[in-house]
Nanobody, 116 residues
Framework: QVQLVESGGGLVQPGGSLRLSCTAS????????MSWYRQAPGKERELVAR????????NYADSVKGRFTISRDNTKSTAYLQMNSLKPEDTAVYLC?????????WGRGTQVTVSS
């Protein structure tokens, strides 16, 4: 059974940092491109960042470039999202996605709230 489990969310003040983790099981992690999405109340789900299978290729939404960094550790079957200089508009549920050309798996998400 494939599972993606996110952790690391929470409440943080504007300007603060969080590191999210996504740990996978039941799949060959190194073969999957990994992504972080987010969904705020009343808004569509949006892609935040993506990383290729060996970590050399990354892509970011314009809204997070220069503030967020995606990475992965294939030995731990874990993807990370380091979030710095957080803003209130970053508040959302952050979801992890693992993708092959014809298969996509999702985690349940972790809540990130940026508020003073």
């Amino acid at each position: 059974q494939v599972q993606l489990v996110e952790s690391g969310g929470g409440l943080v003040q504007p300007g603060g940092s969080l590191r999210l983790s996504c740990t996978a099981s039941g799949l060959t992690f190194s073969g999957y491109a990994m992504s972080w999405y987010r969904q705020a109340p009343g808004k569509e789900r949006e892609l935040v960042a993506r990383i290729g299978t060996i970590g050399g290729e990354t892509n970011y939404a314009d809204s997070v470039k220069g503030r967020f960094t995606i990475s992965r550790d294939n030995t731990k079957s874990t993807a990370y999202l380091q979030m710095n200089s957080l803003k209130p508009e970053d508040t959302a549920v952050y979801l992890c996605n693992g993708r092959l050309p014809r298969i996509s798996y999702w985690g349940r998400g972790t809540q990130v709230t940026v508020s003073s």
